[in-house]
């Protein structure tokens, strides 16, 4: 495997594993649905999976903004490629957006309010895997042709330090996952 497939690889995984998270959460937290207190364990879990999704989005929100900066270095202003880029940059869905609809879905948790908990968390997951994944897959497609592993290292800002704590984030979520729920497939488990 040569370094572009590392990187795109741990790229790939950590979208994988924060869709993972995201949708856990979202289910979990909207089943709760706001009858009681939360318990201790659920709120571990609440914790451990919006500190994990606050650490990888951010770091999806870096990339974007190193990718708009190399493509205005690279590309001049009427170059297709550039136009392609800066159209998908500019899409709704950046990973801000996503942690603003998880910071609600939280903020209505702790209001304790049934109706508008259950409605933020359906909320976010749906944001999540509908506007932020449909923004992340198209500047996937449009980067997928890039061969120039300078290029990968920069955009990935990824080494070995990130790719622990991305793992380590992961584990503390699957550990605090309330029975019956599972992350990921069988092999990352």
């Known amino acids: ?3 572009i497939q590392l990187i795109r690889t741990q790229l790939a995984l950590e979208r994988g594993h ?7 959460c979202a289910t979990v937290l909207q089943a709760d649905g706001g009858a009681g207190p939360t318990s201790d364990s659920l709120g571990q879990f609440r914790r451990a999976c919006v500190d994990y999704l606050a650490c990888v989005l951010a770091w999806f929100e870096e990339r974007d903004q190193r990718l708009a900066d190399l493509i205005q270095g690279r590309f001049g202003a009427a170059d297709p490629t550039r136009r392609a880029f800066e159209e998908a940059l500019a899409r709704r869905g950046r990973s801000r957006d996503a942690l603003a609809q998880l910071e609600a879905a939280c903020a209505d948790s702790v209001a304790g309010a049934s109706a508008p908990r259950q409605q933020r968390w359906r909320e976010f997951g749906e944001y999540f895997n509908g506007v932020w994944s449909t923004r992340r897959e198209a500047l996937e497609a449009l980067l997928a042709s890039n061969t120039r592993a300078g290029d990968w290292r920069m955009l990935g800002g990824i080494d070995a330090d990130s790719i622990l704590e991305e793992r380590r984030r992961y584990a503390l979520v699957a550990a605090q996952a309330p029975p ?8 990352e488990r």
């Open 180 to 187: 019956g729920v599972t992350l990921g497939t069988a092999t």
């Open 1 to 3: 495997m040569n370094e």
């Open 18 to 24: 924060a869709t993972a998270v995201a949708n856990a």
